[in-house]
């Protein structure tokens, strides 16, 4: 290693130190920059960002450490970190805007991760009420995004939010709900294309999906609704009937295999969710499943150990009795169907535990005296 390396790995031990609790993210760190795994090194610092005692350290991480090698990280990610340190160490509109000034270099000629640091960078100076700064931003932000083709889920997501919080505190009102429409609207289509969600249960249930029903993006409400109920019916019935819509949005357009294997996942999800809990049958036929799920017998297998790996389920797969008993279903928010379905299997296996205690007690008389 080279004297500014060498300089590198004792700021990241020192850290290490100062922070015990997060010491082995640190060594972790400290690893991966030595082993150049630049991918790798991204994924662990942003989740180190999202760790309160990592806040003190922020700053001084980004400087030292970051600096040396942003050059080499995707630059959203680069990005999100970059956006991450400013709102942890600017303490006020000029630190926000030099520092932010300095990050948009790492980003010229960038689309999407430039146009989304002058997103959250417009959100940072209204915060600050440096309104016209604000909008500035804002303006330069749409300059990049709107018109253009392939803007991912979230660099909208980012655009509409510092939109609608501009409009909230400035006006006009219609202005606000149209942008706060179009976050949902970015939401919802990120929650579907998003690879490690498979429960949209909190984002129904919330009041603000009942307004996305009674507008244009109904139909986004609706497949939400198929997925969370793993209802492939009603997804190829909405594919069918809403495919202009669907074909207008880029990150679903793109994402078509991989929203049917989701699909499928999530109606596996809901099958074995009847076979879990008081009473239920665990066991469950691979016939059961390919019935349900649509898939053909040399299928269900192939999709059982996806899911497990994706850790959605648990289990144990019977090659040669072609079933799986299920131990384990991902924990879910349940929709008034799915309690009803609880209710009912609690008051059966109530019953059936009632049963078997008469029994006892008819059978072992000496014992209930």
């Not at 920059?33 to 005692?53: F, N």
């Not at 922020?58 to 600096?67: A, H, M, R």
Request: proline residues 3%; glycine residues 6%.
């Amino acid at each position: 290693m080279d004297a500014k390396s060498q300089s590198i790995v004792a700021f990241l031990q020192s850290c290490g130190e100062a922070a015990p609790s997060l010491a082995p993210n640190y060594a972790r760190m400290e690893e991966l920059y030595k082993r150049k795994l630049w991918h790798q090194l991204t994924v662990l610092l942003e989740e180190h960002l999202g760790e309160e005692a990592a806040a003190a350290q922020l700053g001084g991480l980004y400087e030292t450490f970051v600096s040396d090698f942003k050059h080499k990280l995707n630059k959203l990610a680069l990005a999100r970190i970059q956006v991450a340190v400013a709102l942890n160490k600017c303490a006020d509109a000029d630190e926000v805007s030099a520092f932010a000034e300095a990050a948009l270099a790492d980003h010229a000629g960038e689309l999407e991760s430039g146009a989304f640091v002058l997103c959250e960078l417009s959100r940072m100076l209204l915060r600050f009420g440096k309104q016209e700064a604000a909008k500035e931003k804002l303006d330069a932000a749409a300059a990049k995004i709107e018109g253009a083709a392939g803007v991912t889920p979230e660099v909208q997501a980012a655009f509409y939010r510092a939109r609608a919080g501009y409009y909230k505190v400035l006006g006009p009102a219609a202005e606000f709900y149209r942008a706060a429409l179009l976050l949902l609207a970015d939401l919802g289509i990120a929650a579907l294309v998003g690879e490690k969600l498979y429960n949209f249960g909190e984002l129904l249930e919330h009041p603000v999906v009942a307004t996305l029903e009674q507008t244009q993006y109904a139909w986004l409400a609706q497949l939400l609704r198929a997925f969370n109920g793993g209802d492939i019916e009603q997804y190829e019935a909405l594919v069918a009937r809403e495919h202009v819509q669907l074909e207008a949005q880029p990150a679903l357009l793109s994402n078509t295999l991989f929203l049917k294997e989701k699909i499928t996942l999530m109606c596996l999800t809901q099958t074995l969710f009847q076979r879990t809990g008081p009473g239920a049958d665990r066991i469950v036929p691979f016939a059961h499943i390919a019935t349900a799920a649509k898939l053909r017998m040399e299928e269900v297998e192939i999709c059982l150990m996806r899911a497990l790996s994706l850790g959605i389920i648990r289990g144990v797969i019977d090659q040669v009795n072609q079933t799986l008993t299920v131990t384990w279903v991902q924990p879910r928010v349940l929709q008034q169907p799915q309690i009803a379905t609880m209710a009912e299997r609690l008051q059966s296996w109530a019953s059936t535990v009632s049963s078997t205690l008469t029994e006892l007690d008819a059978l072992t008389p000496e014992f209930a005296a």
